[in-house]
């Protein structure tokens, strides 16, 4: 039989092709339908959280930290519970990183306040003496990319049905609601108001000034985001 | 019929030989600036804090990565694969003037993927995803090349003289079906611009799949690309070089059979053995585990055939640089075919994974194994495309020595580092407290870091010495016969 395929191209690649896929169809379809289902607790992204996930993105932060716990008690005890499937469902794309050069930020809003990622992100090893993290200073003068953001927003509610402007149920039993505005001017407005709350933790006056003016820096973004893993 | 040679045309193939030198050098560059800033963070503003953001770590680090797999590694492929292919399928590119358009359009739109791609990385437009980072637009232009490539492929056996395919093109057409299965799947991925009605930047886009299926599809991506970028058409290119230039027939038919068939049906299922303990579910990990250990059978299939090819001449090891990097090659293919199935073991995975240990285990695979693999690939070709003798046997010998330093520096210090940093994440103390903070683990690893960067940096001198040995060989070097050109290479003092 090899002999033979060896003989004939066509059917070799088809052989070839079989084999490989095989595997992938066997392990990956049979997850889809189990594994975007969100746990309670679990809301989308807002406006400002997601472009500051794009900062995150853009920067290639999953390089050196992961966002994915894993079920051991010196993981646990370092940075919380462990991760579950559905607390995942609306991170498009996952962020899990494959190294940890840093330590892992999948709940790094618990523990970790606007002020302190303010300082850090501008002088790392300032905050943490032996830090090997380089300075983001260019994050505190660029500009948040709020309409990209915003048309994500629109495209995963669209087609993923990502739950925006629902009531969603959270941990506490209380209920908690994400809003998409419904214009890109509301978008805006939307984002700015909330970048004007972590702006009023902040010390830096040129972001503060750049708020103020309308303006969202990177920083603000990415700090918004940052806050928002918990 | 006249009985004569055929002249195979190899303008293709010596145009991807000249990327896959320059993109060698850029990628490893780039990881050996990576390296330095890990041990001297103050490295990441070296071209002052204004261009900070283009020099600093994490927006260099995919940059290094696809520049040294899309760039180096892909281009060494090409250019065998338009050497390989017209030699054991006894056609020449010339004969088809299709065939010949194919392969410079390929060359060309090659070209202007590699440049969109190191614009957008330095940029910082990435999609995130390891080594599928490109946004749809050149997700879209990849697709281009690839097809391209495959028409060239497809077309070259078509009009071929030799009917019965060489074990070198079945892991050819492997390579290329695998990497379109993978690459399409896993790029799926939808421009906000089109979906939300023309908000934001036009090339963004938000991925098919979410979360842990994400994580999934982007594994048996991952790991694969692996499979089907540095291992798959790398043992292409031993099964017809190393046989070529010692004169030795392949030891074994089956063996060979065995290893590929393996090989093709065993990678996919380990792509997994990325995500044991995350929340995918765990007969996945599980079967990632098992099938990465039983991958050790095809893979060790394929390198022990290959030594087995030198038995009775191992004389030519001692003789012969070429042979020396080939065998070497071969040799760290087992390790790291052996390391990888261990690093897949669960408990071992606990504490690996996250670590150094893994970087390691990926540079002991791509520079002892891939790199070396495709100079000796180059070296080989450049006597028969330049009708020129290597230009020297003693710089090789020299540039050997020097990246083979390099490599067992770079892995024995990554397995320090990865096992002890592991080692103190999970520490606890007498009262069930951690014993380190993480800053802890992070300091420890400083003269780990500094070895590494020198063992790069030794490789990445190689890289010149490879690089200036090349331009020698194909300016100035002796001219050769055909007779000469027979098995061993034709090599200057």
């Known amino acids: ?230 | 019929m006249e009985n004569r040679p055929l002249e195979y045309d190899y303008t293709v193939a010596k145009m991807f030989m000249l990327t896959t030198v320059l993109l060698g050098i850029v990628g490893m560059l780039v990881g050996v600036i990576l390296a330095w800033e890990m041990a001297f963070p103050a490295v990441n503003t070296i071209a002052g804090s204004g261009l900070a953001e283009y020099t600093n770590f994490s927006r260099l680090r995919p940059l290094h990565t696809d520049a040294v797999i899309f760039g180096f590694t892909l281009s060494g492929i090409w250019s065998t694969w338009y050497y390989v292919g017209q030699r054991v399928l006894k056609v020449s590119m010339a004969e088809s003037k299709f065939l010949m358009f194919l392969g410079k359009l390929h060359f060309g739109l090659y070209l202007l993927v590699v440049v969109s791609v190191v614009v957008s990385l330095l940029l910082g437009v990435t999609t995130s995803k390891e080594y599928a980072e490109f946004e749809w637009p050149i997700d879209i232009a990849v697709v281009v090349v690839w097809v391209t490539w495959g028409m060239s492929i497809f077309g070259l056996i078509g009009i071929r003289r030799e009917k019965s395919l060489y074990i070198s093109i079945w892991y050819y057409i492997a390579t290329f079906l695998g990497i379109a299965m993978l690459y399409l799947f896993n790029n799926m991925e939808i421009p906000t611009f089109f979906a939300s009605g023309g908000i934001g930047a036009w090339y963004h886009s938000v991925s098919m799949y979410s979360g842990t299926n994400d994580a999934l599809v982007q594994w048996w991506y991952g790991h694969n690309a692996v499979a089907f970028g540095f291992t798959v058409p790398i043992v292409a290119m031993i099964y017809y070089f190393l046989p070529k230039e010692s004169g030795q027939a392949v030891y074994s038919y089956k063996l060979s059979l065995l290893a590929f068939w393996g090989l093709m049906f065993v990678y996919l299922w380990a792509g997994g053995h990325h995500l044991i303990y995350s929340t995918v579910p765990d007969w996945m990990q599980t079967m990632g585990s098992v099938f990465s250990v039983v991958l050790i059978l095809p893979s060790w299939g394929s390198a022990i055939n290959m030594l087995l090819t030198m038995k009775g001449e191992w004389q030519q090891v001692a003789a012969s640089p070429l042979i020396k990097f080939m065998i070497l090659a071969s040799t760290f293919y087992m390790f790291s075919t052996l390391e990888g199935p261990i690093q897949a073991i669960k408990s071992v995975n606990a504490l690996a994974h996250f670590t150094d240990w893994i970087v390691g285990h990926v540079h002991d695979g791509v520079l002892g194994w891939v790199a070396f693999m495709i100079m000796a690939s180059l070296f080989h070709m450049a006597p028969r495309v330049f009708k020129r003798e290597i230009y020297s046997k003693s710089l090789m010998n020299t540039q050997f020595w020097i990246q083979t330093l390099g490599v067992v520096l770079y892995f024995t210090s990554m397995w320090i580092a990865g096992i002890t940093q592991g080692m103190m994440w999970r520490a606890h103390d007498e009262f069930g407290n951690l014993a380190y903070s993480f800053i802890d683990t992070v300091a420890v690893l400083h003269p780990y870091f500094t070895i590494r960067a020198v063992g790069g940096t030794l490789y990445f001198l190689g890289m010149f010495l490879f690089a200036f040995n090349m331009y020698k060989t194909m300016t100035s070097s002796r001219r050769v016969e055909e007779s000469e050109l027979q098995n061993a290479s034709p090599m200057g003092a």
């Open chain 1, 1 to 230: 039989m090899f002999h033979w395929l060896e003989k004939h191209p066509f059917f070799f690649a088809v052989a070839v092709f079989v084999t490989i896929a095989f595997a992938g169809l066997i392990e990956i379809l049979p997850n889809f339908a189990e594994a975007s289902r969100p746990v309670i607790g679990t809301k989308p992204y807002s406006t400002l959280e997601l472009a500051g996930r794009h900062v995150y993105i853009k920067n290639s932060c999953n390089a050196c930290h992961s966002q994915l716990v894993r079920p051991f008690k010196s993981e646990t005890d370092r940075y919380g519970h462990y991760s579950l499937s559905g607390e995942y469902a609306y991170d498009r794309p996952f962020l899990w990183g494959s190294k940890r050069t840093g330590p892992d930020l999948m709940r790094v809003g618990n523990y970790r306040t606007t002020d302190w990622h303010e300082n850090h992100m501008k002088d790392p090893s300032g905050v943490v003496p032996g830090s090997i993290m380089p300075a983001y200073t260019w994050m505190f003068k660029n500009t948040a990319d709020i309409d990209t953001a915003y048309a994500e927003q629109i495209t995963v509610n669209k087609v993923f049905n990502t739950p925006y402007n629902q009531e969603l149920p959270m941990a506490d039993g209380t209920k908690a609601t994400v809003k998409m505005a419904a214009t890109l001017d509301e978008a805006h407005a939307d984002a700015l108001a909330e970048a004007k709350v972590i702006a009023a933790d902040m010390k830096d006056q040129d972001v503060k000034d750049a708020v103020e003016a309308g303006q969202i820096p990177e920083i603000v973004a990415l700090i918004a985001y940052l806050n928002s893993l918990k």
